[in-house]
T-cell receptor
Framework: EAEVAQSPRYKITEKSQAVAFWCDPI?????LYWYRQILGQGPELLVQ????????DSQLPKDRFSAERLKGVDSTLKIQPAELGDSAMYLC??????????FGQGTRLTVV | KQEVTQIPAALSVPEGENLVLNCSFT??????LQWFRQDPGKGLTSLLL?????REQTSGRLNASLDKSSGRSTLYIAASQPGDSATYLC??????????FGKGTTLSVSS
């Protein structure tokens, strides 16, 4: 069964360091989402791509976060510099047509 | 701005009990509603998708209903099992937008 792949599964980084997460969506899915989930809360959208174009990045803290999906397939989310408050689960999801979304296993980030 | 609320925040039941999880949303102009399951430290698993034109969807022991006009959805779990213990998240999308999530209901089923 096709799955959304994310790596790494876990990441511990020091404050002020750079960190990057990778996502490979289900083949053929044009829409890709990055969400952030703080413990005990629901996921919140960071950025939405349609193919290689950003559709919505209104909640992305652009002073430290960046996201790209250069060939409209896999995507990278970067944080530089990381802050203590960035500790969270980072979830990637994809959708064939902006209807049903399929999520990966997430990357658990701890900033120390 | 669309807001999604899930009640209760936590629920504990004995094995075998039928239960209902509630989800409400403030803007009835939704495109679809999706229920997810999340195990501790893991990603989200899609359980059921209800499109705006539908009233309910069923999968095994799960049944989800949608009342768009009142801004409500329920997830019914029949004959609960310890393996159903997880957090259940409700999310809605509107035309062209990404899913907006509630905070979830954490379910614990004891044997």
């Amino acid at each position: 069964e096709a799955e959304v792949a994310q790596s790494p599964r876990y990441k511990i980084t020091e404050k002020s360091q750079a960190v990057a997460f990778w996502c490979d969506p289900i083949s053929g899915h044009a829409t890709l989402y990055w969400y952030r989930q703080i413990l005990g809360q629901g996921p919140e959208l960071l950025v939405q791509f349609q193919d290689e174009s950003v559709v919505d990045d209104s909640q992305l803290p652009k002073d430290r976060f960046s996201a790209e999906r250069l060939k409209g397939v896999d995507s990278t989310l970067k944080i530089q510099p990381a802050e203590l408050g960035d500790s969270a689960m980072y979830l990637c999801a994809s959708s064939p047509d902006r209807t049903e979304a399929f999520f990966g296993q997430g990357t658990r980030l701890t900033v120390v | 701005k669309q807001e999604v609320t899930q009640i209760p925040a936590a629920l504990s039941v004995p094995e075998g009990e039928n239960l209902v999880l509630n989800c409400s949303f403030t803007d009835s102009a939704i495109y679809n509603l999706q229920w997810f399951r999340q195990d501790p430290g893991k990603g989200l698993t899609s359980l059921l998708l209800i499109q705006s034109s539908q009233r309910e969807q069923t999968s095994g022991r799960l049944n989800a209903s949608l009342d768009k006009s009142s801004g409500r959805s329920t997830l019914y779990i029949a004959a609960s099992q310890p393996g159903d213990s997880a957090t259940y998240l409700c999310a809605v999308s509107q035309a062209g937008t990404a899913l907006i999530f509630g905070k979830g209901t954490t379910l614990s089923v004891s044997s």
